[in-house]
């Protein structure tokens, strides 16, 4: 549904994007994974046409993206990080204008809103300014204009950026939902338990490359599924094992408190770079 | 076509929304400084200076072409640009039309169109104060043609601007540097002929300037010159050319 081919984008001297290569099936949940200035929003950015690649090449649902402006435009939906809703329209109003925009027929657009409306549970809001929302009836708002003219593939990038626990537990059943609807999904997120939570594959980045690729069993496998977590006076001690039983037997041997846990995708994040998610 | 109309439509129909929920708001806020030219420049100084008028004609008969063009002229633009400035860059929301399967073209008609309209409503509520407050001014059919095409002209320039803002600081170089200017140079309170020497030909590079003097001769029902018209076409023209040349250039 998605195929990257060496797609590269450069801010002056720094790269943002480094000769990706992807392909994302069809009704899939993409992940990727990584810290801030990894170059996940500059990916979708480049997908989603708003930024124009230095090198290589994209196809979203068999349209070159950089050729097939308009049927790309027509295959995709984008949430993107930041809120971009009209403050001075109503929910229903902000649906409506990318129904137009859409060029949706009347009948169906007006079918369509309220189903959406309720799909994101804010039937009883639709008449009330954006601008008083919370940031959760935002994000939702933000998806359902997203679906409004039924897309294949969509891009979400952080979209529980700045949630309460809660409402990302909600979006994340929103996502779930979209998906088992046929959507295939790209989301970025730097939120390790989203991309477990959420994705039938992840991608890694860091400093613009991607440097793992897999489901989230498969990098833990790589790495080893348990982890021995302790503390040896400088910092936190991690070494992984294969087994429950190897990381058993380690501990054994070692002095002082440690824990035994399973791997994280942060785990094998750390294994790969030398540093945290967040760092 | 079809592309072309219901890419830009959507544009006007958001516009709409807007004059909807606030139009006794922009009716006042519209009427208010043309109300105050005419005032001050009309009723108070202006009884004073028919002397100072070329062709006889009495101040206030100069003045009302000239306020009408300076509230198309600061309306059209200003509402198109504090628009694109915030949708671009405060709310984000521009970025819904950069998405969505609509050509550049639908989006700047969109947008031009959009400040036509608001220029239109505010000479519209000057031209209605005038009738009120100025009796015996008629206003030539013809005038009301040349009105829409000011209007456009100045939302094509609105559309520009709001393109190349890039901070707040912006707004107030835009307004400083063009808006204030334009309003006392352009023969719209004070007739190019009283202008300093060289000051009387610079000001013809300003677009407001073949605004008014269209506007002006088009209310009179007096003879529009070739020169005004062809500078008018030109500026639009050239906004148009810029315009599409911001939009082609993708935000990074």
């Keep these: 549904?998605?195929?990257?081919?060496?797609?590269?984008?450069?801010?002056?001297?720094?790269?943002?994007?480094?000769?990706?290569?992807?392909?994302?099936?069809?009704?899939?949940?993409?992940g990727l994974l990584g810290p801030n200035g990894a170059g996940k929003t500059t990916?979708?950015?480049?997908?989603?046409?708003?930024?124009?690649?230095?090198?290589?090449?994209?196809?979203?649902?068999?349209?070159?993206?950089?050729?097939d402006l308009a049927r790309v435009r027509h295959a995709i939906g984008v949430v993107p990080q930041h809120m971009n809703l009209d403050q001075e329209l109503t929910a229903r109003e902000n649906l409506e204008l990318h129904g137009r925009l859409y060029k949706m027929p009347a009948a169906e657009r007006g079918r369509r809103v309220e189903e959406l409306l309720a799909f994101v549970e804010l039937g009883e809001r639709a008449g009330e300014l954006v601008g008083r929302f919370s940031g959760g009836m935002k994000r939702r708002l933000m998806i359902a204009r997203a679906l409004m003219h039924r897309p294949r593939v969509l891009f979400l990038d952080e979209p529980t950026v700045g949630l309460d626990p809660?409402?990302?537990?909600?979006?994340?059943?929103?996502?779930?939902?979209?998906?088992?609807d046929g959507a295939t999904i790209l989301l970025t997120t730097h939120y390790i338990e989203e991309?477990?939570?959420?994705?039938?594959?992840?991608?890694?980045?860091?400093?613009?490359?991607?440097?793992?690729?897999?489901?989230?069993?498969?990098?833990?496998?790589?790495?080893?599924?348990?982890?021995?977590?302790?503390?040896?006076?400088?910092?936190?001690?991690?070494?992984?094992?294969?087994?429950?039983?190897?990381?058993?037997?380690?501990?054994?041997r070692t002095s002082g408190g440690v824990t035994i846990r399973e791997t994280t995708l942060e785990d094998v994040f750390i294994q790969l770079t030398g540093r945290r998610v967040g760092e | 076509?079809?592309?072309?109309?219901?890419?830009?439509?959507?544009?006007?129909?958001?516009?709409?929304?807007?004059?909807?929920?606030?139009?006794?708001?922009?009716?006042?806020?519209?009427?208010?400084?043309p109300l105050?030219?005419?005032?001050?420049?009309?009723?108070g100084v202006g009884q004073r200076l028919t002397m100072l008028m070329p062709g006889g004609v009495s101040y206030l008969e100069f003045l009302v072409p000239g306020v009408v063009a300076l509230a198309v002229f600061n309306n059209g633009i200003t509402s198109v640009t504090v628009r694109m400035f915030y949708n671009r860059l405060h709310f984000k929301s521009f970025e819904a039309y950069r998405l969505a399967p609509v050509g550049n073209l639908a989006v700047w008609l969109g947008f031009a169109v959009s400040g036509t309209f608001r220029g239109l409503l505010a000479g519209?509520?000057?031209?209605?104060?005038?009738?009120?407050?100025?009796?015996?001014?008629?206003?030539?059919?013809?005038g009301l043609l040349w009105l829409v095409a000011v209007a456009f002209s100045c939302g094509a320039f609105g559309v520009f601007l709001g393109l190349c803002l890039r901070s707040?600081?912006?707004?107030?170089?835009?307004?400083?540097?063009?808006?204030?200017?334009?309003?006392?140079?352009?023969?719209?309170l004070i007739p190019l002929e009283r202008l300093p020497g060289a000051l009387q030909e610079l000001v013809w590079f300003l677009p407001l300037t073949p605004a008014a003097e269209v506007l002006r001769a088009g209310f009179t029902g007096g003879p529009v010159s070739l020169p005004a018209v062809e500078l008018l076409a030109g500026w639009t023209v050239l906004f148009f050319v810029l315009g599409i040349w911001r939009l082609n250039c993708r935000e990074e």
């Design chain 1, 195 to 252: 991309a477990d939570a959420l994705c039938h594959r992840v991608g890694i980045m860091d400093r613009g490359r991607l440097i793992a690729l897999g489901s989230p069993g498969e990098l833990k496998e790589r790495v080893g599924r348990f982890v021995v977590e302790g503390f040896d006076g400088d910092g936190a001690t991690y070494a992984l094992f294969g087994t429950r039983e190897e990381a058993v037997a380690y501990a054994g």
């Design chain 2, 124 to 142: 519209g509520i000057v031209l209605g104060l005038v009738l009120i407050l100025v009796p015996g001014f008629a206003c030539a059919p013809a």
């Design chain 2, 168 to 188: 707040f600081d912006d707004q107030t170089v835009i307004s400083e540097f063009v808006i204030v200017p334009m309003t006392f140079l352009c023969g719209t």
């Design chain 2, 36 to 43: 105050i030219f005419l005032l001050t420049f009309g009723y």
């Design chain 1, 43 to 67: 990916t979708v950015r480049m997908l989603t046409m708003l930024t124009r690649p230095a090198a290589g090449e994209a196809y979203i649902a068999g349209h070159e993206v950089q050729r």
């Design chain 1, 166 to 180: 809660q409402t990302r537990r909600r979006m994340w059943d929103l996502v779930r939902r979209m998906n088992r």
């Design chain 1, 1 to 30: 549904m998605i195929e990257i081919k060496g797609l590269t984008k450069n801010y002056g001297n720094l790269q943002a994007v480094s000769d990706l290569n992807l392909r994302i099936e069809q009704e899939e949940i993409f």
């Design chain 2, 1 to 33: 076509m079809r592309e072309l109309f219901f890419g830009w439509y959507p544009i006007i129909w958001e516009e709409m929304v807007y004059w909807r929920r606030r139009f006794w708001l922009y009716l006042a806020v519209y009427m208010l400084s």
